[in-house]
């Protein structure tokens, strides 16, 4: 569960004492959110979701109050796959103390361990309009992605969950003048580090044992989550920037 440090957003003086860093925000998601990118919170920001107060030098700054509703989001993206334009309503509607019902979406199983570990992980899906909506995007656009290997549809026409995210952060690269065809060699990049992630949990996926494979599952989260940190930092070190 998403952990906030204890005493709330606070007022005046005392809150500024416990506002947080982008980085900060970051560590603490990323106990629930493994996957949480700066650039997503960023996009989030951009999006409306969250309002982070800024420093007079520009950095942001969030409070515990943010850092919940962060979780929120990424919570109804992750396990409900909602536009953003429905998860803001949501929210606003939850701080006006409404309750609010979120739709439950069918997923499908992953493996045989799944009855006997109703905790494992299983794969949701999105349908290629409800990506389309909660991405932004047009046909056209998607299609060109598609072209390029950067968003794929798995075999009966649907797309895994973290294509949302994909969509998403290729639009936000787009308005930089950073088109799909530059994106080829990130996506070569992520295509090698994947495999050397399944090189280290192979042996588990074709262990007999249910337990066994399922915890590669967990393995392979924790070594993905690895290897995105480590990729961003050398990305900043060749470029010699800190990101704030």
């Known amino acids: 569960m998403l952990q906030t440090p204890s005493g709330g957003a606070g007022h005046g003086a005392a809150a500024t004492d416990r506002l947080m860093s982008i980085g900060t925000v970051l560590n603490v998601l990323r106990d629930e959110f493994p996957e949480v990118t700066i650039s997503k919170i960023r996009f989030l920001e951009a999006e409306g979701l969250i309002e982070p107060q800024r420093t007079p030098s520009g950095y942001r700054?969030?409070?515990?109050?943010?850092?919940?509703?962060?979780?929120?989001?990424?919570?109804?993206?992750?396990?409900?796959?909602?536009?953003?334009?429905?998860?803001?309503?949501?929210?606003?509607?939850?701080?006006?103390?409404?309750?609010?019902?979120?739709?439950?979406?069918?997923?499908?199983?992953?493996?045989?361990?799944?009855?006997?570990?109703?905790?494992?992980?299983t794969a949701a899906r999105i349908g290629r309009e409800e990506l389309l909506a909660a991405a932004g995007v047009g046909e056209e656009e998607l299609g060109e992605w598609e072209s390029y290997g950067l968003v794929t549809p798995l075999v009966d026409g649907v797309y895994d969950a973290?294509?949302?995210?994909?969509?998403?952060?290729?639009?936000?690269?787009?308005?930089?003048?950073?088109?799909?065809?530059?994106?080829?060699?990130?996506?070569?990049?992520?295509?090698?580090?994947?495999?050397?992630?399944?090189?280290?949990?192979?042996?588990?996926?074709?262990?007999?044992?249910p337990q066994t494979r399922a915890h590669a599952e967990a393995r392979a989260k924790e070594l993905a989550g690895l290897t995105v940190r480590?990729?961003?930092?050398?990305?900043?070190?060749?470029?010699?920037v800190r990101l704030p």
């Open 230 to 240: 480590l990729h961003a930092a050398l990305v900043q070190t060749a470029l010699g």
């Open 61 to 121: 700054k969030f409070s515990a109050h943010d850092v919940e509703r962060l979780g929120h989001v990424l919570r109804m993206q992750r396990d409900h796959y909602l536009p953003l334009k429905v998860i803001r309503e949501h929210l606003d509607a939850m701080e006006r103390g409404e309750a609010v019902q979120l739709p439950t979406l069918g997923r499908q199983r992953d493996g045989e361990s799944v009855p006997e570990f109703p905790e494992a992980p």
């Open 162 to 209: 973290e294509a949302v995210t994909v969509a998403s952060l290729i639009a936000e690269l787009r308005r930089f003048g950073i088109e799909p065809r530059h994106l080829r060699v990130m996506k070569a990049a992520a295509d090698r580090e994947a495999g050397l992630v399944d090189q280290v949990v192979a042996p588990l996926k074709r262990h007999r044992n």
